[in-house]
């Protein structure tokens, strides 16, 4: 196994605001300080909340704003920062990240290149299109946050898969503050609960993502429909901001359930959001490998999600949450349903689900794994 040693690492991506691509740069660029020199270049001037949150963790930010749809300029500027803070290893994060990343280490020597595949949307512009295939080819190394993901990039963008490797998202257990033992879940609040104490809560099921076409809100307001049918108490929040965000309102009203889902906006305080709910819920037609998914385990919240991207890699089926086809709104509800019916079974996916989480998706271990692989593409680079 070649050998790492402390190196200057650049991580590039084109946005530090809430999202989950950017709170696994955030956990890797701060635990990486402890063994390398770390940089982050934000190609936009939208840096927060991460970019305050990098610079208290002692990681400098670079801000590379657009000064176009596609700004080949931005290239230009990544490369001479590159230079200047004399990066051996280029890591971007997301296709379009690649993209850039590609175009500013052309030609230049002693510095590998290590791109990234997180989520299955397909690009439409051609050029950016044929760019992030280039990327993927020039790459040393190509880091796929799933199965899933490896074999899109390898089969949509000619990523070269003796040089894809998948390393899986990394999730801090203790933030969510979700402690399992002897069969009971402790909140972040302390509040012990049990099978009984769980039946006796009012229910609240909620979701968080950006509200876009992508996470099919809609799906989420006619599951909340059925559910209510059968349990009219039942509450449900939504946590994001997006340009669907009046039309969803709008629909729930519409279908009588407004004064049942409640729409929030954005939060910092996940753990929080995450200790009020009875279930968690994700209704997307497409994704990568959902960070939230990931968190809700973690804080021992019964998940149940639709199969898109590697939403399967993550929950085991009828073991530490549901998994339902996309788009099946009928089996979605019915499966919510047979948890609250079930509190022990509810209880026992819980805890399946954080001691899941806490084995085989922390930081440590992605950390450790992005760094093997920056090793496989120093060796490959010939710039060891």
Known sequence: MPSLGRRRIGLVIGQL?????????????????????????????????????????????????????????????????????????????????????YLATRGATGCALVTSARNCKAEANPLKRTLMR????????????????????????????????????????????????????????????????????????????????????????????????????????????????????????????????????????????LAGLRQFWLTSDWEGTPNVVLEAMAAGVPVIATDAGATAELVKDGETGFVVACGDARVFAERSLRLLNDPDLATRMAVAAAQCVRRDFSIARMVEATRHVYALALEFSGCE
């Open 17 to 101: 605001s809430f999202g989950g691509a950017e709170s696994q740069l955030y956990e890797l660029a701060k635990n990486l300080r402890k063994t390398d020199d770390v940089v982050v270049y934000c190609l936009s001037d939208r840096v927060e909340p991460y970019g305050d949150r990098l610079a208290a963790a002692g990681v400098p930010v670079r801000s590379i704003p657009s000064r176009g749809s596609f700004d080949f300029s931005r290239a230009r500027r990544l490369a001479a920062m590159l230079r200047t803070d004399r990066i051996e290893i280029v890591h971007a994060f997301l296709f379009i990240a690649s993209a850039y990343a």
């Open 134 to 273: 280039r990327a993927f080819r020039a790459s040393h190394a190509v880091i796929c946050n799933s199965r899933v993901m490896r074999d899109y990039a390898v089969s949509h963008y000619h990523a070269p898969a003796a040089r894809s490797h998948v390393v899986y998202n990394g999730v801090d257990s203790e933030r969510f503050a979700a402690a399992c033992t002897d069969g009971r879940i402790v909140d972040r609040a302390g509040v012990v609960g049990n099978a009984e104490r769980q039946a006796e809560l009012p229910f609240t099921a909620g979701t968080v993502g950006r509200i876009e076409a992508q996470k099919n809100l809609s799906m989420f307001i006619e599951v909340a429909i059925k559910v209510c049918a059968v349990r009219p108490q039942s509450r449900f929040a939504v946590v994001g901001e997006g340009s669907l965000r009046s039309e969803m309102e709008n629909r729930a009203q519409a279908a009588g359930v407004g004064e049942a889902i409640e729409f929030r906006g954005v939060t910092a305080d996940m753990p929080g959001f």
